[in-house]
């Protein structure tokens, strides 16, 4: 039997960061993100209704839908938001439930799988524990600016489309701290999956 654990984290906390922490610690993580990527590609239908409702505007000039845009349209209009995600979640749902049998399969005895909105979609429930990744508001707001090159009342619009970072810490069953170092993160990783693989967590 297959023991599925949840990740979670606001945007800028590390969420990905930890996840490959994970990786190197030999567990499995199925990254609802990539699905989502997967899914939107030109040609598949996912991205036929994505461009239906939003217009050609969100494309690159490739045909893939600009994420970064897509992303301020849906983080500024909750509708938006809730419209994409009709399209998008039931075929992430679905090939996260096709991978986790695919590790089921290959013998795996833990996975992981790494998702945003967990606690915000009242998915605790799929798994036998969440664990949420967190850091320091300051940072985090430097964090999303520095990655996706967005202005600070950009990044802060895109924090309070989210559940609070510390709220989904308490609401969670472990919390890794992503405020320091690497090497304490992955401390932090290396001992609760350590824990995870012996079945003591």
Known sequence: MLRVFGLTGGIGTGKSTVARMFREERLPVVDADRLAREITKPGRKAHEEIVR????????????????????LVFSDPEKRAALEAVTHPLIAHGISAALAGLEGEGHRVAIVEAALIHEKGRTGRFEAVIAVRCDRALQIRRLMDRD??????????????????EKALASDYVIDNSGDLESTRAQVRNLAARLKAGNA
């Open 53 to 72: 409702r939003f217009g050609k505007e969100i494309l690159l000039p490739d045909g893939r839908i600009d994420r970064k845009k897509l992303g301020e």
């Open 149 to 166: 090159g967005i202005s600070e009342t950009q990044a802060l619009r895109r924090l309070s489309a989210q559940m609070d970072p510390d």
